[in-house]
């Protein structure tokens, strides 16, 4: 099975913080890749597909680069309701993984 | 407008069986791949298994831990699909998402959600 390590499990940053999270595929994965936000109580909501292609209707603040085996979310000029968790799943190969999530919260 | 909602969660003895209904509109029902994951309280994703359109044969992939005692199905004419589960465990306990998967620039990816269904496993 494909790990997904994504790092930091936990993020402090403040309202128009730019912030960076990065997930680590443990083989290639080319760019099969995606990135979901899910607040509280709520479902994920799919942000980025193939790496780098933005979801329709998901703000230009958020962008996603990489291949292989390593990715990047960046969230530029952070705003309060960007304040959840986010995932990253890698679709290249069966079984389907998931990283274990980044808790971005307020300072 | 893409909706997905599920139906069918609930308490359940350890060993027991349920099962979970998808009710999708929005879109053609039968020209997607659909996805159940579940998250288990506090926890993170979990995916549990694929269905494949019927171009593809209905296929379905499974993931090791599920295999074997779940299984997905769906109905197109009803715009359905459904999550057979049998011989549940604790660890079972999870709210269950189901999903439309499209694909990008190739593979299918999870695109849209449903808010989920609660199956608790406990005596």
């Known amino acids: 099975d494909i790990q997904m390590t994504q790092s930091p499990s936990s993020l402090s940053a403040s309202v128009g913080d730019t912030v960076t999270i990065t997930c680590r595929a443990s083989?290639?994965?080319?760019?099969?890749l995606a990135w979901y936000q899910q607040k509280p109580e709520k479902a994920p909501k799919s942000l980025i597909y193939?790496?780098?292609s933005l979801q329709r209707g998901v703000p230009s603040r958020f962008s996603g680069s990489g291949s292989g085996t390593d990715f990047t979310l960046t969230i530029s000029s952070l705003q309060p309701e960007d304040f959840a968790t986010y995932y990253c799943l890698q679709y290249d190969r069966y079984p389907l993984t998931f990283g274990g999530g980044t808790k971005v919260e307020i300072k | 407008e893409v909706r997905l909602v599920e139906s069918g969660g609930r308490l359940v003895q350890p060993g027991g069986s349920l099962r979970l209904s998808c009710a999708a509109s929005?879109?053609?029902?039968?020209?997607?791949?659909m996805d159940w994951v579940r998250q288990a309280p506090g926890k993170g994703l979990e995916w549990i298994g694929r269905?494949?359109?019927?171009?593809?044969?209905?296929?379905?992939e499974y993931a090791a831990s599920v295999k074997g005692r779940f299984t997905i199905s769906r109905d197109d004419s009803q715009n359905t699909l459904y999550l057979q589960m049998s011989s549940l465990q604790t660890d079972d306990s999870a709210l269950y998402y189901c999903?439309?998967?499209?694909?990008?620039?190739?593979?299918?990816?999870?695109?849209?959600w449903g808010q989920g269904t609660l199956v608790t496993v406990s005596s």
């Open positions: 083989q290639d994965i080319s760019t099969w």
């Open positions: 193939d790496a780098s």
């Open positions: 929005g879109f053609v029902f039968g020209d997607h791949f």
């Open positions: 999903i439309r998967a499209i694909p990008g620039s190739g593979y299918p990816f999870f695109e849209s």
């Open positions: 269905s494949r359109s019927r171009p593809n044969g209905y296929s379905t």
